[in-house]
């Protein structure tokens, strides 16, 4: 017997835990229904692949709460194994690892040929740089 035909249906992955979502979705959907990361147009997300209709709007936002419940467990889980290092919220919080000083813009100066000279990241030598 032919297995019948599948819809393949992409979400982003904004709020869902994989782990969380590989566990649900077979409950939400019945055991034919697959999922697994999926790129589209840049965008990571989930290819869900099943024989009828992709998740609800109540399934997602369900999902999305297990999701955030799994997140405060591993974070809570990690606070516990290193109780002295502090727990940084929310978890993309951008570290600044170093800052430009405002004197590189008025350094740079124009080449021979009219160009803006760029200099290099690290300048700890205080030369050019050629290029080979």
Known sequence: MASPPMNKYWIPHLDIHKKVI??????????????RPYTREGEDGFLITTPGACLTDEQIDDIC????????RQAAARSQSNPEKPLKRPLH????????????????????????????????????????
């Open 22 to 35: 590989t566990q649900e979705l077979q409950y939400y959907l019945g055991p034919d229904a697959t999922v």
């Open 65 to 72: 709460l297990k999701s955030k419940e799994m997140w405060e």
């Open 93 to 132: 919080q951008p570290v600044l690892i170093s800052k430009a000083s405002g004197e590189g813009s008025r350094r740079r100066g124009r080449d021979r040929r009219g160009h803006i000279s760029r200099r290099p990241y690290d300048d700890k030598k205080g030369g050019e740089t050629s290029r080979k």
